[in-house]
């Protein structure tokens, strides 16, 4: 017991020192595991942007090829009489008499 009152009457800036210290401590941890979570969440963020970027890019592509074959088929009709338009239409595959 007379450690502690030596301790507290004359050492009391070391026990708050100790103290202040501890707690430093425990905030660092605390707030490194928030800053963890926070880096963790934004590399998960930035991971789902790359997919839907690359997934629009794809879409994007795909429908420029829709549109090219369209112009390329509407140029393709245009030039052909209704007798060959006719006879295209009856050999198609979607042709049903």
Known sequence: MSLFTTLLSGGWQWIA?????????????????????????????TESAKKEAAQTAAVAHQQQLHREEATRVATENSNIDDAAARDKLQQSKYHQP
């Open 17 to 45: 020192a100790a103290g202040a210290l501890i707690a430093a401590l425990g905030a660092s941890y605390f707030g490194g595991k928030k800053i963890g979570k926070v880096q963790q969440q934004a590399k998960a963020d």
